[in-house]
């Protein structure tokens, strides 16, 4: 019998609740063994809530949890990269139990010391709900491309941003609209910045890129920008050359770095990112023998976030014995990250254009420094060509305040 | 240090060592130790091959690499179901050695014997290469949606079947030149009724049935067709319905029992089944919690196939400890198989009409036999509605030689 302790009963707290209820016949077949739910923690001991608690132990003080005798495993779904959270993690670490949790900020921010406790303490550190909610591109990448070397990673990790993007193209609907609408039906939180503005995405990002790369999880090196700017005009601009805008996360080699970025940007109307909509998450990966995979699946909501961390808590229970990132936490280089994203093709809106004519203006100016213009898409915005980004920048920064997004091959 | 025997030098078997030697550092990190070629065994030692034999011992007799002191595991990339494969497959775990392999018709005749016997040995049965080549499809089912009750699955799960249709539309070939021109790029075999009549899907869904539902994998309980059949005239009509056509594995919940089938089937054209041309694979899988996972990837060819079995080698190197159909071998269900697969819209062609106004009489014929008729499809095909299986097969039944294909949703 495998005994965890749950820290945190919102949505997926309840959901992993739920699951290992509802399956548990199947699950301690799959685990060979029994998981039990020893204990359970959460802030309000009397709200309602959509899972049966009995039989399980409530403990007040979550710190409690793991130094309570007989709990192999805490389980963590309360987030935050400080605070609680990280307390938890240290302390349940040092007693020799293992961690699994959901929580993205956290792993992105303390993940090598994290990981580096959990070998030193012979305890698992796993965080496959942390990334893509049901999609398990942890496991994808930790091992089942475990042979490659990987290339490049790119995916739509915010089910928010993705769903307000969809409801502002399917809608024709303003950024504000589709924002008060996602909050509505609970998609979106009532501070939404974590989400719209790229650092929940980002915080994603920096795992698949210590997986990927075996670099220690780093936000700082990361450019990110979120989705506030996003216009009705750039979705029907993007419509006119057979693209749609998705917040993505991009990882890939460049310049004999590593270039994370966190953007909004055009991908082909044809392609699986495209046709990613709503809630749903998609993870593109590229390594030098499988080639391309992709992934696609529901990123978020009570019931896959569950199937994720249930899948870590089996893998515990069948003896999984894997460093956090796939190498040791010593191994894991500090990377020379990229301060240059690749050059790409480029969508450029000058807000301030508002006579005809004046983007011909613009185009010839762009020309005069240097960047290919491809397209005009009147009134505002134009395809730029792939320009070597500090020329580019140098040739942007004469035209004021514009808008750029990176399209996709 | 991790030592392994190659049994097979084909493509894949090239790729395999190819891929040890090119990233055996990083290999060698991820898996926590080295891994080394200790042996290798093929038919013919004079061919030239793509990699370099040179530090490794060649033995000509392929059983004895499963006796050779100081091996740890056998990677099987011979194929076949019966003859040597089966042999060495057994020795070797009867020796307590693990044994990993891209053999899908032997794990699909033997696998549950095999399981039983790694098992009893302490040894391990990897075969994530057998289905889907590159995709971590078994490692999904297995461990990434390990809590969930699996719904459903289906996929394109062989290459040369998908380049087969795919070329037939794009270029406006026939099946037999379709054919001619994939033996010509190697992607078919000189007898290829192994891939176009379904066996090879067959085995993959085997396979695919028994990780989703914890029963011995079993060939016989499965309806199988091929693509044979299939004419430029099916295709046309699919696209008239924004379909196309892509032989598909599924399996289901069906009348209390599971339904497994091979079969050409229309899918609608939006969908990410229909957009995985050539040689690609995709696979779909419903679980009760994630919802629906969609993987995509490249199914066969050296450098995926490699991706793939290196990866069980890794996970070998790492401890991995897990029944190989993700429950004990005795807990492998034989299981009620319903002989009824699930009612679905169906294309159905009467290749005798050649009159106009046939086509009507035939659906005046199908109604009067209780089955909807949704369109006609001139000059010679239709779309039923969904229809009771036995109702439709005696509607049927009256009008001779037919070719039918369900219809996705």
Known sequence: MLNIAIAGLGTVGAGVVRLLQTNGELIAARAGQPINIKAISARDKGKKRDCDLSGIVWVDDVRKLAEMPGVDAVVELIGGADGIARELAEVTLKKGRSYITANKALIAAYGRALARLAEQNKAQLLFEASVAGGIPVIKALREGLAGNRIRAARGILNGTCNYILSRMR???????????????????EADPAGDIDGHDTANKLAILTALAYGVEPDLTAMSIAGIRPVTPADIQAAEEID?????LGLVEESDGGIAQQVSPCLVPKSSLLAQTEGVMNAVLLRGDFVGDLALQGRGAGAEPTASAVVADIIDLARGLSIPAFGVKAAQLKKARFSRHVPARRMYLRVPAVDKSGALVDIAAALRTGGVTVEKLLPPEALVLGKTDPAVLSRAVAKLGAVFMMPIMD
Request: proline share 0%; with cysteine; charged share 30%.
């Open 243 to 247: 693209c749609r805008i998705k917040l």
């Open 170 to 188: 399917e809608a024709k609907i303003s950024f504000a609209e589709a924002l008060a609408e996602a909050q509505a039906k609970g998609y979106a």
